[in-house]
């Protein structure tokens, strides 16, 4: 079956603690998205990667870091998480002309930064 | 600066009354226009793909159109399980960037 997958589903951590939400696809997708979600203001996209060791910022990437080694894998690393990093996470990713083709977007990971 | 504004931001319709919502957009060069369905608590899921003015697309209930500024997702009687917040979202070809706009909430009365 074709699918995004994310781990872990829910997290709840503290301020400061390094922590990494794991993103796989399936589909042998080159672009690959990170966005988070929150309330009133939509899904805005952190990081994008067009391919192996392509990554680029979207509109709100301060604070988070991204790896693409592999191309079913795009790993989110917050290197010292802080409350306002609290939100809804999608892992997204799409095949064709860059990221004009349909997205596949994974289950989502609540995170809680206290 | 790219923005994708959608209005309204909610809607409530009775079983069997269409109408439609509407997403304008302003980028410096338009790749492709998405259309998806959100419900609550998951992730997006991908209805349409627009790429240039004219273009049509249908599915089921939903129809998507685009013009140069806007694109509409017109609604025929809908069903309560069409109640979704539905999202507009484009991808530039000057950065590859994909922008959302907030999403409409739409809620179908039986």
């Known amino acids: 079956e074709a699918q995004v997958t994310q781990n872990p589903r829910y997290l709840i951590t503290v301020t400061g603690k390094k922590l990494t939400v794991t993103c796989s696809q399936n589909?042998?997708?080159?672009?690959m998205s990170w966005y988070r979600q929150d309330p009133g203001l939509g899904l805005r996209q952190i990081y994008y990667?067009?391919?192996?060791?392509?990554?680029d910022k979207g509109d709100v990437p301060e604070g988070y870091k991204v790896s693409r080694k592999e191309k079913r894998n795009f790993p989110l690393i917050l290197e010292s998480p802080s409350p306002n990093q609290t939100s809804l996470y999608f892992c997204?990713?799409?095949?064709?002309?860059?990221?004009?083709?349909?997205?596949?977007f994974g289950p989502g990971t609540r995170l809680t930064v206290l | 600066e790219d923005q994708v504004t959608q209005s309204p931001e909610a809607l409530r319709l009775q079983e069997g009354e269409s109408s439609s919502l509407n997403c304008s957009y302003t980028?410096?060069?338009?790749?492709?226009l998405f259309w998806y369905r959100q419900d609550p608590g998951k992730g997006p899921e991908f209805l349409f793909t627009?790429?240039?003015a004219g273009e049509e697309k249908e599915k089921e209930r939903l129809k998507a159109t685009l013009t140069k500024k806007e694109s509409f997702l017109h609604i025929t009687a809908p069903k309560p399980e069409d109640s979704a917040t539905y999202l507009c979202?484009?991808?530039?070809?000057?950065?590859?960037?994909?922008?959302f706009g907030k999403g409409t909430r739409l809620h179908i009365l039986p």
């Open positions: 627009l790429y240039s």
């Open positions: 980028v410096s060069g338009l790749r492709g």
């Open positions: 990667s067009m391919n192996v060791e392509v990554t």
């Open positions: 997204a990713s799409s095949s064709g002309l860059a990221g004009a083709d349909t997205q596949y």
């Open positions: 589909m042998n997708h080159e672009y």
């Open positions: 979202a484009v991808c530039t070809n000057r950065d590859d960037k994909i922008i």
